[in-house]
């Protein structure tokens, strides 16, 4: 079966660095997502990764290994606003989004 | 401001009753999405279309139906609502049509209690 795993909620100091790791199972691999949500709104996306590496956008980076179905989201500088949940979503070979329950990600001062 | 919207914002609904809640992208994407989200579960797509008139079953088809009449509506349709059905609904667009890699984008939700 199609299976996503993520962390169901870590908690980190403002201005720290945090990673969140999603490790996934597909039928077929077209690429990984990671969306934001805050609470009571939508999801944003955040990245897309469809090749080994890491790939980096300002303040978030996020990490791929096809080899390992792993995958993860690295945040640095936590600032408030940054506690929402992350969610992970891979794309199968239907091209259709598999989702991962997602991980709240609370910031402390 | 360009983007998709959903109606209504909430709704509580009695069970055995039939509801559609409205979805509508100003983007001429291609394809559209409903998901529910559920608390501990992931987003599960119900239903989708990669273009107007057609559509496709999702993961949790049961119990909804969807139409695709021109490229900005996506109305979901509960036909006799039920207890289970209790959760938010999320619709969905991206540019392209299925069979691709491409991002989605999502409406604010419809959060809907049976009762």
């Known amino acids: 079966g199609q299976n996503i795993d993520q962390p169901t909620e870590m908690t980190a100091t403002e201005g720290a660095i945090v990673q969140i790791n999603c490790t996934y199972q597909?039928?077929?691999?077209?690429?990984l997502f990671w969306y934001q949500q805050h609470a009571g709104e939508a999801p944003t996306f955040l990245s897309y990764n469809v090749l080994d590496g890491l790939e980096e956008k300002g303040r978030f980076s996020s990490f791929l290994s096809r080899s390992k179905g792993y995958s993860y989201l690295l945040l640095k500088e936590l600032q408030m606003k940054d506690s929402a949940s992350y969610l992970c979503?891979?794309?199968?070979?239907?091209?259709?989004?598999?989702w991962g329950a997602g991980t709240k990600l609370i910031i402390k001062p | 401001i360009a983007g998709i919207t959903q109606a209504p914002t909430s709704q509580i609904l009695a069970a055995g009753r039939r509801m559609t809640l409205r979805c509508t992208q100003d983007m001429r994407h291609n394809a559209m999405y409903w998901y529910r989200q559920d608390l501990g579960l992931g987003l599960r797509l119900i239903h989708y279309s990669n273009t107007a008139g057609t559509t496709g079953k999702g993961e949790v088809p049961d119990g909804y139906s969807v139409s695709r009449a021109n490229t900005d509506d996506f109305p979901l349709t509960l036909a006799s609502a039920v207890p289970s059905q209790t959760s938010v609904y999320f619709c969905?667009?991206?540019?392209?049509?299925?069979?691709?890699?491409?991002?989605?984008?999502f409406g604010p939700g419809t959060r809907l209690t049976v009762l």
């Open positions: 969905a667009s991206s540019e392209k049509a299925g069979g691709s890699t491409d991002t989605q984008y």
């Open positions: 979503a891979a794309m199968d070979s239907n091209y259709q989004l598999i």
């Open positions: 597909t039928s077929g691999f077209n690429g």
